[in-house]
């Protein structure tokens, strides 16, 4: 296994899938895009129950939250692995930001 965590051999796999596997890029795109649609889901419920601001562009919110745990991870992978308090800090430090 690539590195000394889990999570770098969780990305490797992805890329074996996304080189070998039967339409591995079309999976991954599927699974990438099911995060995004449960994330899309919990911010627009956020918003309609004002738990977050109105103005917010909810795609571009999605993309942060999204790029921040996979940058963090694909990062992290290279060391110890995914710092999960420090990803939670950095997911609570952009929620903080849109709150209203």
Not at 36 to 63: F, P, Q, S, T, Y
Not at 68 to 79: D, I, N, Q, R, T
């Amino acid at each position: 296994m690539p590195g000394k965590s889990p999570n770098a051999g969780y990305l490797h796999l992805l890329q074996q899938v996304r080189l070998y596997y039967p339409d591995g890029a079309g999976k991954l795109q599927e699974m990438i895009e099911n995060d995004k649609e449960h994330w899309r889901v919990a911010i627009h419920a956020a918003v309609k129950n004002g738990e977050l601001r109105k103005d917010i562009d909810v795609e571009n919110v999605i993309l942060l939250y999204h790029h921040v745990f996979m940058g963090m991870s694909y990062e992290m992978s290279l060391f110890n692995g995914l710092d999960t308090d420090l990803l939670y800090s950095s997911f609570m430090c952009l929620y903080d930001a849109l709150k209203q």
